[in-house]
């Protein structure tokens, strides 16, 4: 059954301290996606990926870091520096936009929950 | 300004009932526009994708329309059930970016 996996559903850290997101597809798609989900606003993009071995800044990638070294896995990390970091963060991925824009349906993870204290 | 504006904020219906939630955009390009449910802790699923020359989609009892004169959609939701309690993400893509409204919370109840 193919779909997105993230994993924890929950995370909770320390203030100072980074901490990686797992998001693992087995859709075949070439591009994945990280949002960030806040109360009473829409998602926001974080990073992105069209292809492995790149990625591109999304809206709000300070204090973020992601990596592309295969085409099922982007793991997020959120490092010190995000000074908002607590968060319902979604990731998803899709076959890879055409070039004249968003034409295909995004596919959601479950999300995983961080807080920092 | 992109924007994407969804309303009401939040509704609660008796199940069985009917329902229609609207979203209106200021987005340019425009490329689509699409309708997510979102149940509670979970991710967004999506419910339709609808082009600039699309009026109406149906998927099930969900039926979104769209007027791309007046930048507005509709998903009306028939016989509401208990399992439609969720909130309704309205999207719009405008070239290369996605444009997420805030959402509706819709819940029914028994």
Partial sequence: DGGITQSPKYLFRKEGQNVTLSCEQNLNHDAMYWYRQ??????????????????????????????????????LTVTSAQKNPTAFYLCASSMPQGKTGWNSPLHFGNGTRLTVT | ????????????????KN???????????????????????????????????????????????LDADTKQSSLHITASQLSDSASYICVVSAGDKLIFGTGTRLQVFP
């Fill in chain 1, 38 to 75: 806040d109360p009473g606003q829409g998602l926001r993009l974080i990073y992105y990926s069209q292809i492995v071995n790149d990625f591109q800044k999304g809206d709000i990638a300070e204090g973020y870091s992601v990596s592309r070294e295969k085409k099922e896995s982007f793991p």
């Fill in chain 2, 1 to 16: 300004k992109n924007q994407v504006e969804q309303s009401p904020q939040s509704l609660i219906i008796l199940e069985g």
């Fill in chain 2, 19 to 65: 329902c229609t939630l609207q979203c209106n955009y200021t987005v340019s390009p425009f490329s689509n526009l699409r309708w997510y449910k979102q149940d509670t802790g979970r991710g967004p699923v999506s419910l339709t994708i609808m082009t600039f020359s699309e009026n109406t989609k149906s998927n099930g009892r969900y039926t979104a329309t």
